[in-house]
């Protein structure tokens, strides 16, 4: 269910070249007409579980682009949140070292299944709330074999943390996926529209996650301002864009690997972060280097509010990647098993067949608009200081994220790397 509209989860404030005054002031007006973000407080526990999630989203993050780099490294998003609160989901049917493994990919040892169960719960429920002006809804699904008794305890867990609807189906008829198909389509705004192609007798269940949001820029950009630019590969190529531009106040910071600007959404609740490479400095290193620990919070603790002149594409990215090997690469391997132990979910034996996400994200001078699915199958086995006024231009390869701004949970992270076909 899609919460009612003004603007998938950042926020800024509209001031142009030529014509600025004006349209600062009006976006002064507009701001001013928003209620304050809610600040979600979270207990010292539940902090660790933040810093817990923000490490496992980059680490898959990184696994995404190094495969991307080896396929044909073309642009991409993924939603570390829709991954990591599905698999939550999964792993409240999994026992012994299946669990443990899962638990472990997800930076998530340390915590109970009560933990983080709640932890998720909480983070659902508060960042739907904390920005009126940004649409932001996250929905969760379990699809079960109708012939196969499932664990009650199991389905209650899930509809009691994760508010999931729980529909028992028949696999083996053709109408089920369209019956699943269509929920993908009805939770992300139709932009997400096929997740699964077909559905078979001895399918257990799929798990699925939905995140769609909508956030119009705090500061809009004037589309009269919008001209062709050229946009640098890393390999040297050149490409003629839609570059959009304005001049206005941003948080602002800079290091030896990137410039960092702070672009927010609606209310300023949420945010895209564009980190853009410092000359000289390739995409691996930006991602390498926000894995480092500790670095992305002292970076973020460094943003102070500057004169930007900002530069940055329109851009539009579908993206759709079975995550097993990734995942295999990060530890849960065992739950891909003849191994697997899933006894919490069902006393007949099974495994995940497949974990795939598939995301959408369009960038304009209004705003953004963003959707991902998350979908997991189950099969039966036997189974420094700032400069006054800064030049920000994103005219070469670039990293993005979206993130609620006072927890910093990631929602999307994603790569503009080209703009081809």
Same mark, same amino acid.
């Not at 509209?14 to 600040?39: Q, V």
């Not at 009126?132 to 867990?157: E, G, M, V």
């Not at 990647?321 to 690469?329: E, F, G, P, S």
């Given at each position: 269910?899609?919460?009612?509209?003004?603007?998938?989860?950042?926020?800024?404030?509209?001031?142009?070249?030529?014509?600025?005054?004006? =349209?600062?002031?009006?976006?002064?007006?507009?701001?001013?007409?928003?209620?304050?973000?809610?600040?979600?407080?979270?207990?010292?526990?539940?902090?660790?579980?933040?810093?817990?999630d923000?490490?496992?989203?980059?680490?898959?993050?990184?696994?995404?682009?190094?495969?991307?780099?080896?396929?044909?490294?073309?642009?991409?998003?993924v939603?570390?949140?829709?991954?990591?609160?599905?698999?939550?989901?999964?792993?409240?049917?999994?026992?012994?070292?299946?669990?443990?493994?899962?638990?472990?990919?997800?930076?998530?040892?340390?915590?109970?299944?009560?933990?983080?169960?709640?932890?998720?719960?909480?983070?659902?429920?508060?960042?739907?709330?904390?920005?009126?002006?940004?649409?932001?809804?996250?929905?969760?699904?379990?699809?079960?074999?109708?012939?196969?008794?499932?664990?009650?305890?199991?389905?209650?867990?899930?509809?009691?943390?994760?508010?999931?609807?729980?529909?028992?189906?028949?696999?083996?008829?053709?109408?089920?996926? =369209?019956?699943?198909?269509?929920?993908?389509?009805?939770?992300t =705004?139709?932009?997400i529209?096929?997740?699964?192609?077909?559905?078979?007798?001895?399918?257990l269940?799929?798990?699925?996650?939905?995140?769609?949001?909508?956030?119009?820029?705090?500061s809009?950009?004037?589309?009269?301002?919008?001209?062709?630019?050229?946009?640098?590969?890393?390999?040297?190529?050149?490409?003629?864009?839609?570059?959009?531009?304005?001049?206005?106040?941003?948080?602002?910071?800079?290091?030896?690997?990137?410039?960092?600007?702070?672009?927010?959404?609606?209310?300023?609740?949420?945010?895209?972060?564009?980190?853009?490479?410092?000359?000289?400095?390739?995409?691996?290193?930006?991602?390498?280097?926000?894995?480092?620990?500790?670095?992305?919070?002292?970076?973020?603790?460094?943003?102070?509010?500057?004169?930007?002149?900002?530069?940055?594409?329109?851009?539009k990215?579908?993206?759709?990647?079975?995550?097993?090997d990734?995942?295999?690469?990060?530890?849960?391997?065992?739950?891909f098993?003849?191994?697997?132990?899933?006894?919490?979910?069902?006393?007949v034996?099974?495994?995940?067949?497949?974990?795939?996400?598939?995301t959408?994200?369009?960038?304009?001078?209004?705003?953004?608009?963003?959707?991902a699915?998350?979908?997991?199958?189950m099969?039966?086995?036997?189974?420094?200081?700032?400069?006054?006024?800064v030049?920000?231009?994103?005219?070469?390869?670039?990293?993005?994220?979206?993130?609620?701004?006072?927890?910093?949970?990631?929602?999307?992270?994603?790569?503009?790397k080209?703009?081809?076909?």
């Amino acid at each position: 269910m899609l919460l009612k509209f003004n603007p998938f989860l950042p926020l800024m404030i509209i001031c142009l070249l030529g014509a600025a005054a004006c =349209n600062k002031n009006d976006a002064g007006m507009r701001a001013g007409n928003l209620p304050d973000p809610i600040r979600i407080e979270l207990r010292s526990a539940e902090q660790e579980m933040i810093r817990a999630d923000q490490a496992f989203a980059f680490e898959f993050f990184e696994q995404i682009f190094l495969e991307e780099v080896l396929d044909k490294d073309k642009n991409f998003m993924v939603s570390p949140l829709s991954l990591s609160m599905v698999l939550s989901m999964t792993g409240n049917g999994a026992v012994g070292e299946t669990k443990a493994a899962m638990q472990k990919m997800l930076k998530m040892e340390d915590f109970s299944d009560a933990d983080f169960n709640s932890y998720y719960k909480k983070m659902k429920e508060a960042l739907l709330k904390t920005d009126p002006s940004t649409k932001l809804s996250i929905a969760n699904a379990i699809f079960t074999n109708q012939f196969i008794p499932i664990k009650p305890d199991f389905i209650a867990a899930n509809q009691s943390f994760y508010d999931a609807t729980v529909k028992p189906v028949d696999f083996g008829l053709p109408q089920t996926v =369209n019956i699943i198909n269509n929920w993908a389509s009805d939770n992300t =705004n139709e932009l997400i529209k096929k997740v699964i192609e077909n559905t078979r007798a001895e399918d257990l269940m799929y798990l699925f996650n939905a995140i769609y949001f909508k956030g119009i820029w705090t500061s809009e950009f004037n589309k009269k301002n919008t001209d062709q630019q050229p946009f640098t590969y890393e390999n040297g190529t050149r490409k003629q864009v839609d570059m959009m531009k304005q001049t206005s106040k941003f948080n602002y910071t800079v290091d030896e690997n990137m410039q960092l600007v702070q672009l927010p959404y609606g209310n300023q609740a949420f945010s895209m972060m564009v980190l853009l490479p410092a000359q000289g400095k390739k995409l691996q290193e930006i991602v390498t280097a926000i894995r480092r620990e500790g670095y992305w919070e002292g970076v973020k603790s460094s943003l102070r509010e500057a004169e930007i002149e900002l530069s940055l594409p329109k851009f539009k990215t579908e993206y759709s990647k079975k995550l097993n090997d990734v995942l295999t690469k990060m530890g849960m391997g065992i739950a891909f098993s003849d191994a697997a132990d899933f006894s919490r979910m069902s006393d007949v034996s099974a495994k995940i067949n497949f974990v795939k996400q598939d995301t959408y994200i369009s960038t304009d001078e209004t705003g953004t608009e963003a959707a991902a699915v998350t979908s997991v199958g189950m099969m039966m086995t036997s189974l420094p200081v700032t400069p006054q006024k800064v030049v920000f231009n994103a005219n070469h390869p670039f990293l993005y994220m979206i993130q609620e701004n006072s927890t910093g949970a990631i929602l999307f992270m994603g790569a503009v790397k080209n703009f081809d076909k």
